[in-house]
Nanobody, 124 residues
Framework: QVQLVESGGGLVQAGNSLTLSCAASGRSVSTLTMGWFRQAPGKDREFVAEIRWGLGTTYYQDSVRGRFTISKDNAKNTVYLIVNSLKPEDTAVYYC?????????????????WGQGTQVTVSS
């Protein structure tokens, strides 16, 4: 069983940055495809970024590409999401997730393990 614990969320002003962390236990992140999702109030959970095991190929939602960066530290068994140039519309609960496969679309339904989430609030 994989456990995921997010941290690093908070209240920030627009234009600022945050680094979200996801500490994994129960299995090495080097053998998992790791992703970040977010859910704003009243909206569905949506894909943000993913890093696949093996080559470490990354994928991003169009609205965050160029502003957000996903990375991982296998030695620390931790995945990061660096979020730059934050906008009020980035306000959401951010979830770390993991899946066994490195194939297929990064959809919510394809992910096997989920963290509890960390709140990011961006003020204008």
């Amino acid at each position: 069983q994989v456990q995921l614990v997010e941290s690093g969320g908070g209240l920030v002003q627009a234009g600022n940055s945050l680094t979200l962390s996801c500490a994994a236990s129960g299995r090495s992140v080097s053998t998992l495809t790791m992703g970040w999702f977010r859910q704003a109030p009243g909206k569905d959970r949506e894909f943000v970024a993913e890093i696949r095991w093996g080559l470490g190929t990354t994928y991003y939602q169009d609205s965050v590409r160029g502003r957000f960066t996903i990375s991982k530290d296998n030695a620390k068994n931790t995945v990061y999401l660096i979020v730059n140039s934050l906008k009020p519309e980035d306000t959401a609960v951010y979830y770390c997730a993991a899946r066994n496969s490195r194939l297929g679309s990064p959809n919510v339904g394809n992910y096997d393990y989920w963290g509890q989430g960390t709140q990011v609030t961006v003020s204008s």
